[in-house]
Structures are given as structure tokens and as C-alpha cells.
């Protein structure tokens, strides 16, 4: 992919307008939660070592306003995010923006490590019906279909 974001994306899923960083305890606030997903840009790293290592170093939400993805040298992907039920969140990797490099580094293991823990923004866990989201250091299981690369926390 050349770093545009195809129009395809741009239609079927709840647009943000704010930069999203992450962290790992759920709390459900009873609000009513955003059953289609958000179209996010994640961009691969650790935040403490400007987005080198293994993890995620930013998430930005991807709004029709957005031409292209970032440029981050640590790379980045498309994902649809979303509550899948309480305390279960899912992101869905599009393959088709997931670089061989990227893939081969971060997902072919079938574990996608996060060497520390990354921190939702409060205006992202209000979208997703939670109080405080944070993605804990650890490994996580990875599935995978032709379109998508699975990751649940």
C-alpha cells in the first residue's frame, strides 16, 4: 500500500477527529457503546523509546480529513477496533496495509507482544462505553483470516 487510505475505508465505521494514545484495565460505565468499529491508524513501538521495540507507540483515529498514514519509520497499519463485549476489546489488522517487514516482524509468530503497557485515551474509551482502557504488557494471540489479522485484550 502507498501510504493512502483507500475511500473504501472511509464509509462503514464511526470517524474520530482525535489522536489516541493507550493502557489495559477495563471498566464498563454503563454508557452505551459504539457497536459499529472505529477506523484506526496504529503505529507499531513503544512510546518511551519514540516508537522502537516491540508494541504500540500511538493509535490515531482515521477520519476522511486523513490522506494518508503516517510516516513512522517503527511502520503502522490500518485497524478497525472495537468492544466485542465487556471488558474484551478486538482490533482487526486489514492485511492489505500491513507491510511483508511489518508482518514478518510483529505477526508471523502468532503472538503480538507488547513489551510495556500502552494507554487508551479517555476520549477513545468513552467511544468504546469504558472508563479506562490499557493494552497491559504481555503477549497476545493472534488470528488470522485473508482480510484480517485478529488481536483481542
Not at 516508537?51 to 503502522?76: D, H
Not at 485497524?79 to 505477526?107: G, H, P
Amino acid at each position: 500500500m502507498d501510504g493512502l487510505i483507500p475511500d473504501g475505508l472511509l464509509g462503514n465505521f464511526y470517524q474520530m477527529t482525535t489522536t489516541t494514545y493507550f493502557k489495559k484495565h477495563l471498566q464498563d460505565r454503563g454508557k452505551k457503546v459504539l457497536e459499529t468499529p472505529i477506523l484506526v491508524e496504529v503505529v507499531y513501538g513503544l512510546i518511551s523509546r519514540d516508537c522502537k521495540g516491540m508494541g504500540i507507540c500511538k493509535i490515531s483515529a482515521v477520519t476522511s480529513n486523513t490522506p494518508q498514514r503516517s510516516n513512522s519509520l517503527c511502520g503502522s497499519s490500518l485497524a478497525y477496533l472495537k468492544k466485542v463485549k465487556d471488558n474484551l476489546l478486538r482490533f482487526d489488522f486489514l492485511r492489505e496495509t500491513i507491510s511483508e517487514e511489518q508482518f514478518a516482524l510483529r505477526f508471523s509468530s502468532g503472538v503480538f507482544y507488547m513489551e510495556e503497557p500502552f494507554y487508551f485515551s479517555s476520549e477513545l474509551s468513552e467511544l468504546l462505553g469504558l472508563e479506562f482502557v490499557c493494552i497491559a504488557e504481555g503477549e497476545y494471540l493472534l488470528s488470522y483470516t485473508v482480510q484480517f489479522v485478529g488481536l483481542e485484550f
